[in-house]
């Protein structure tokens, strides 16, 4: 049976948030923030629902009140959507230095629209999911559509949200107003993106979903809950959210030391890498022997720089394979090694710039590697270090004749 934990987490504001984290029977895999939506608490029944239908899966989930509302203390009028991320953001951060890092963030209606944003100030988020969500935190201005008049003009009025009276400020009003530039955001994501939503939502309109989705790059995805509701009620789509919601998370989230083997027939020692690219923008996902990360290009060039360059990697594999060959080596040789730093630059230089060129008027690429050799090691060791440097296998490899074969799928 899953087992309940409730604490406070003070926001930036220092007020007492209150959450409740619910976790797996064994240690978890990972864990999860889940966002609930506009007015609602952490004890709405599907936030509850699919948090404990997702630690049968192993993930641990947090949830809490944002500020006002709940168990939560502070001022609802005193509110806005910002501070709705700053709270996600102060609730990541706790979770972080006392069990760890979200690496799944959940966001339900206004809550999806706010993971989205806080996704960009949590870097160890690793995938987000949202249900029922707008595409833009604008689209909650429908609730109290009659009462705006009057929230402009008089600065703040008082409206029923699904029953219940709250106070709409001017200033909740002016900050969604601040956030129009959400779609860039979405673009800019870096994480896969799951989005549920309902064909039948009567609170926000499955339009909003193909907005998201359009906005959002690859890796996304999409999951229509046929006959759900916004709140989803019934216990039978909660279970079906979580169910699929691990899935498809278990692809990217921290996997436990006893995993099984990678799917699609691939094992560890399968040195065939893919990599996969959307229709737009380019952000590549890639995955090698069980191992997932993915490539992006700077924005000054239309990429959205969630991710090392293809020429970052090319640096890092000269890097890596330099450090490896040089802790190998002191080992078999007894040195007294206590580390090795490589640092690789890549650049273009003209060939009249390179002496051992034969022709002068091309450019060639030059990759500069520094080695700072750490240790108690005499000058005549630190010499024989960085020629074996230059016997690295990769280095080996970008100096040798290199053939590419293009063949179609």
């Given at each position: 049976m899953p087992r309940e934990e409730r604490f406070a987490i003070e926001n930036a504001d220092g007020h007492a948030l209150a959450a409740r984290l619910v976790l797996p029977d064994e240690p978890p895999r990972a864990f999860a923030l889940f966002a609930h939506c506009f007015t609602c608490t952490k004890d709405l029944h599907a936030v509850r629902r699919v948090a404990k239908a997702l630690t049968a899966h192993g993930i641990g989930v947090i949830s809490f009140d944002f500020t006002g509302l709940g168990e939560s203390e502070g001022e609802f009028a005193e509110t806005s959507f910002s501070t709705s991320v700053a709270d996600l953001v102060h609730a990541a951060e706790h979770l972080a230095s006392q069990y760890g890092a979200p690496q799944l963030l959940i966001g339900h209606s206004l809550g999806g629209a706010a993971v989205l944003v806080a996704a960009g100030a949590l870097p160890d988020v690793r995938a987000v999911a949202t249900i029922g969500a707008p595409c833009d935190p604008d689209h909650v201005r429908h609730l109290f559509t009659d009462h705006e008049a009057d929230i402009l003009q008089l600065g703040e009025a008082e409206v029923s949200i699904g029953g219940r009276p709250f106070r709409i400020r001017r200033e909740f009003l002016d900050d969604l107003d601040s956030h129009d530039t959400m779609r860039e955001r979405i673009a800019a994501l870096g994480r896969p993106l799951l989005v549920f939503h309902s064909p039948t939502d009567a609170t926000v309109g499955i339009e909003q979903a193909r907005h998201l989705y359009e906005a959002a790059r690859h890796p996304k995805s999409f999951?229509?809950?046929?006959?759900?509701?916004?709140?989803?009620?019934?216990?039978?789509?909660?279970?079906?959210?979580?169910?699929?919601?691990?899935?498809?998370?278990?692809?990217?989230?921290?996997?436990?030391?006893?995993?099984?083997?990678?799917?699609?027939?691939?094992?560890?020692?399968?040195?065939?890498?893919?990599?996969?690219?959307?229709?737009?923008?380019?952000?590549?996902?890639?995955?090698?022997?069980?191992?997932?990360?993915?490539?992006?290009?700077?924005?000054?060039?239309?990429?959205?720089?969630?991710?090392?360059?293809?020429?970052?990697?090319?640096?890092?594999?000269?890097?890596?394979?330099?450090?490896?060959?040089?802790?190998?080596?002191?080992?078999?040789?007894?040195?007294?090694?206590?580390?090795?730093?490589?640092?690789?630059?890549?650049?273009?230089?003209?060939?009249?710039?390179?002496?051992?060129?034969?022709?002068?008027?091309?450019?060639?690429?030059?990759?500069?590697?520094?080695?700072?050799?750490?240790?108690?090691?005499?000058?005549?060791?630190?010499?024989?270090?960085?020629?074996?440097?230059?016997?690295?296998?990769?280095?080996?490899?970008?100096?040798?004749?290199?053939?590419v074969v293009t063949v179609a799928a």
């Open positions: 999951v229509s809950l046929d006959g759900a509701d916004h709140l989803l009620t019934r216990p039978e789509d909660a279970r079906f959210v979580a169910d699929v919601l691990a899935a498809w998370a278990s692809r990217y989230l921290d996997a436990p030391a006893s995993e099984d083997p990678p799917a699609d027939g691939a094992t560890y020692d399968d040195p065939a890498l893919t990599a996969r690219i959307g229709a737009e923008g380019f952000r590549t996902e890639m995955d090698v022997r069980g191992f997932h990360f993915a490539a992006d290009e700077p924005a000054s060039i239309g990429g959205t720089e969630t991710a090392p360059t293809p020429y970052d990697y090319l640096s890092a594999a000269l890097a890596a394979c330099t450090a490896m060959t040089l802790r190998m080596y002191a080992g078999r040789k007894g040195l007294p090694l206590e580390g090795v730093d490589v640092t690789v630059t890549h650049e273009k230089i003209h060939a009249t710039d390179c002496a051992t060129c034969d022709a002068k008027t091309v450019k060639l690429d030059q990759l500069t590697r520094t080695v700072s050799i750490r240790g108690d090691l005499t000058e005549a060791q630190r010499e024989r270090m960085l020629e074996i440097a230059d016997r690295c296998p990769v280095h080996r490899t970008l100096e040798s004749e290199i053939r």
